[in-house]
């Protein structure tokens, strides 16, 4: 059974920094997209970053230069460091990939349970 799992969500204060990670686990042959998106209380979920299984990444422009997405291919983990935190950043963050569970022939969209992530003095 292929699970997601995210850790590193936490209280911090405006200007700080958090790292998340998300953790795939499981009978699992390949992982391709690997990406990051973040609910606010009343909002819809919104993407904020996404890695391929080659490195190249994308993010929302209201991340671009404080977040950085990175992925370990060798532990089926992605990464978000979040530096410079606003009040604004606070959400609930979800990861997601498109991976392909051994004995399958094609990809699907699993989830994380999610992390709250907190910026407030």
């Known amino acids: 059974q292929v699970q997601l799992v995210e850790s590193g969500g936490g209280l911090v204060q405006p200007g700080g920094s958090l790292r998340l990670s998300c953790a795939a686990s499981?009978?699992?042959?390949?992982?391709?997209?690997m990406r990051w998106y973040r609910q606010a209380p009343g909002d819809q979920r919104e993407f904020v970053a996404t890695i391929t299984s080659g490195g190249a990444t994308n993010y929302a422009d209201s991340v671009k230069e404080r977040f950085t997405v990175s992925r370990d291919n060798g532990k089926n983990t992605v990464y978000l460091q979040m530096n410079s935190l606003k009040p604004e950043d606070t959400a609930v963050y979800y990861c997601n990939a498109d991976l392909r569970p051994v004995g399958t022939i094609t990809s699907r969209t699993y989830w994380g349970q999610g992390t709250q992530v907190t910026v407030s003095s």
């Open positions: 499981g009978s699992i042959r390949s992982i391709n997209y």
